[in-house]
Each structure stands twice: as C-alpha cells, then as structure tokens.
C-alpha cells in the first residue's frame, strides 16, 4: 500500500513537471516568434533602401 502510494505522488510529481516544461516552452516560443515578428518589421524598411540605393548606384554608375 505504502508503494502504490508513492508511486502515485511520484506520478502526480512527473505529471506536474511535464506540464510546466509544456507551459515553459510554449511561452518561449511565442515570445520569440513575437521577436522575429518584430525584427522583420524593422529590418524591412532598411532592406527596401538599400535596394533602392544599390539600384541607383547602378544606374549612376551605368550612366557614365
């Protein structure tokens, strides 16, 4: 009796702490798609004025 005892707080143990590294990783990932999401937002601009900067370099250059 005394086992069956432990063995069902050492579940309810492991059922505890699965879910809170369930909880932990599921927080974490949405905390970095929310970084990416926010990192994509603001690299986007820099990434449209260097296009058009290269863009015309090589009409200035391919001017001369």
Request: overall charge positive; charged content about 20%.
């Amino acid at each position: 009796v005394v086992k069956l005892i432990r063995n069902d707080r050492m579940d309810k143990i492991d059922e505890i702490l699965f879910n809170m590294f369930k909880f932990a990783l599921v927080k974490a990932m949405s905390v970095m798609s929310i970084a990416v999401l926010l990192l994509i937002i603001g690299l986007s601009p820099l990434y449209v004025t260097m296009g058009l900067m290269t863009r015309h370099m090589q009409q200035t250059i391919n001017a001369k």
